[in-house]
Every structure is written in structure tokens, then in C-alpha cells.
């Protein structure tokens, strides 16, 4: 099977940028999730196969259920080490941007990174890309940007001196952004990836469970506490949301990533086209992340443009809302209302 991205001319530019090269930096978007954490681990692992050592800057923290991934350690978050990743942006002669589309998508990291000299390859899945590079890799088709670094690690022949730490950290981020392969992954394309990266050693039942069976008790508490008591149904919509207020997360001792998946729940209603959640960030005041996820061909990315500042995937989204809680639970019933 054909799975090559580049044509010959960005396949060389990319190599040779790769060879001349030895202040790499990798990094990848605010909140990173699954896929932007396995892709940067990924391809950083495979830059280190051809004597690199890429830095690699996440802008915050990573979900708990990820930090088992091999090399995560590795991560330099800016906001624990902020003069390390400026010094590290400062000095860079190459930075790959993983996993984003613009800048904003990095919160203040993104400044540092749009003035930094060095030059800029984007990989991403996300559409209208917004980055100012040498080269853009864009692919909105594919899965996720994990899948985009397994498939130009292999046009550069990279595959057969993979190693099982590049493999289980591409194979995770396809996973964990297509929902274990429910969504985004009709493709034949991502089995036959999946079979090579089997060749590799991993255990993806292992990685299944690390990922989705790795949570604490209060974390089961408080999808109890969600589904009896947060969520709203408008089943004349077929739509549904939930909130959950600071008060609500101290409440259930949340850690990030424990509300990773809650927004998929309400799809399991009969009927059911799109689901909302609604978190407050647990540290400034008035901003309210918020996810959509849909299903068939409703496209919760149009809902996430038009209503909360956001964009994403046909049935993957996100967005913020600099507000109250209960000023962007209006926003939402609003928004219901007019679908």
C-alpha cells in the first residue's frame, strides 16, 4: 500500500533540513491531548535515531493517563521551565510544529515561537493552516498528526530501524484521537499503519488500558455525578451539554485528563447528534474550555466557529469563552436553540 504524503522536491527539502540542522525544537499546542503528545515523542525519537536531540516543549501540562509514554519524560513544559524553552526558541536553527494550526493554538508560547528565527515545518491534521513555515504538511483527511509522522518516517525510510519507543507513542496518538478507533478511521490505510507498528513490539491492548483504564476512583465519581446531575437533553435537538464549575472539580479532586472522554457520553442516547461540555480552567478566572463532539455528518466544527471561538474536526471540536460559567451555559442553550 502507497502511503506516502510528500512529493520528491518536499521530501528532499524536509531531509535536508533535518541534516543541516542541530537545534531542533519540537513542540505542539496548549492542553496537548494524545495525538499532539504521541506525535512530538514519536518523531522526536526518530530525529534522536539520526543523532539529533530535538528539545521537546509542551506549553503546559499533559494528561496523567499519558505520562507513562516512553521518553515523556524527556518534556520540558514552559510553563515549569519558561527560560529554558525561551533560550531553546532563541537558539533553534529548525522547530517542527506538531499537531497545531496557528499560534494561538499555544497560548503565549505561541509568540515566542512565531519570533523565533528558526526555520518552520507544520505537521498537523487541523484545517486553513496559519503558520509561517518552510514547509506545511497539512492532511485535515487524516486521522491525526500521528499518523502523519508514521507515514513520513517511512517515505524517508525510516521504518525499518523504528523502535518500540517511536512506535507506541504514534500507534497512542492515532488511538487516542480517533476514540480508540471508533471516529476518523474508515481509512484502510490506518490498519495497514497499525500492522507495521504491530511489527514493532507493541502491546496495544497494554496501551488500550494505560490509556483508558488508568484513572482514579474519583474520577468515575464524578461521570456519576456528570450524568445524573450535569447534564441537560434537548431531545427535540438532538443535543445535549454539561458544565462543570471549579467548585464541582475541587469537589472530585480533578487532575487533568479526568474529564478526558465525558464529552462522548452523551452520544450514547438514542438519537443523539451533538454533545457539549463546558469546564471552567481551574485557575483564571472567566474562561470556559469547551469540547464538541458529534456524530454522521453534523458538523460540530461550524457550531464551534460560529458560538465559541473554536474549530476543530467534522465530529471532533473545541473552543473558549471568556465568561461566567452561566453566561456560556446561555451561550449554549442559544446555540442549541438555533440548530
Known amino acids: 500500500m502507497n502511503i506516502n504524503l510528500l512529493n520528491d522536491s518536499d521530501l528532499e527539502q ?58 515523556s519524560e524527556k518534556l520540558v513544559r514552559y510553563d515549569k521551565h519558561p527560560e529554558r524553552v525561551e533560550e531553546g526558541f532563541a537558539n533553534a536553527d529548525l522547530v517542527f ?9 499555544m497560548e503565549k508560547l505561541g509568540q515566542i515561537m512565531s519570533e523565533s528565527g528558526a526555520k518552520k515545518v507544520m505537521m498537523d491534521h487541523h484545517p486553513d493552516p496559519g503558520i509561517d513555515c518552510v514547509l506545511c504538511i497539512s492532511r485535515p483527511e487524516l486521522s491525526s498528526t500521528s499518523e502523519i509522522v508514521f507515514r513520513i518516517i517511512w517515505q524517508l525510510g525510516g521504518f525499518e530501524g523504528m ?38 513490539g507493541i502491546n496495544k491492548d497494554k496501551i488500550y488500558r494505560n490509556v483508558y483504564n488508568n484513572y482514579s476512583v474519583w474520577r468515575l465519581r464524578l461521570i456519576g455525578y456528570v450524568l445524573y446531575q450535569r447534564l441537560q437533553v ?8 454539561f458544565s462543570l464549575t471549579r467548585q464541582d472539580l475541587r469537589r472530585f ?15 450514547q442516547i438514542k438519537g443523539m447528534k451533538l454533545s457539549i461540555s463546558l469546564r471552567e480552567d ?58
Not at 507506541?168 to 484502510?188: A, K, L, W
Open 163 to 200: 523502535t518500540k519507543k517511536c512506535a507506541v507513542p504514534i500507534y497512542c496518538g492515532m488511538m487516542t484521537d480517533t476514540g480508540g478507533f471508533t471516529y476518523n478511521s474508515t481509512s484502510p490505510a490506518i490498519y495497514f499503519i497499525i500492522s507495521q507498528l504491530l511489527t514493532k
Open 14 to 71: 524536509l531531509r535536508q533540513l533535518i541534516a543541516e540542522s542541530q537545534r531542533i525544537v519540537l513542540c505542539c499546542h496548549q492542553n496537548p491531548d494524545g495525538d499532539a503528545i504521541g506525535s512530538m515523542l514519536g518523531w522526536g525519537e526518530y530525529l534522536r535515531s539520526l543523532g539529533k536531540e530535538p528539545l521537546m516543549v509542551a506549553p503546559d501540562m499533559f494528561p496523567d493517563f499519558l505520562q507513562w509514554l516512553p521518553n
Open 97 to 105: 510544529c506538531l499537531d497545531f494550526n496557528r499560534p494561538d493554538r
Open 282 to 339: 481551574t485557575e483564571r478566572e472567566n474562561l470556559i474550555w469547551v469540547s464538541l463532539r458529534s456524530v454522521g455528518d453534523f458538523s460540530c466544527t461550524k457550531v464551534a466557529e460560529r458560538w465559541f471561538n473554536g474549530g476543530g474536526h467534522l465530529n471532533a471540536s473545541g473552543g473558549r469563552l471568556n465568561c461566567s460559567m452561566e453566561e456560556a451555559e446561555n451561550i449554549v442553550r442559544q446555540a442549541i436553540a438555533e440548530l
Open 253 to 267: 479532586h480533578f487532575i487533568k485528563g479526568d474529564a478526558e472522554g465525558l464529552v462522548n457520553m452523551p452520544l
Open 234 to 241: 434537548f431531545t427535540d435537538k438532538h443535543a445535549a451539554f
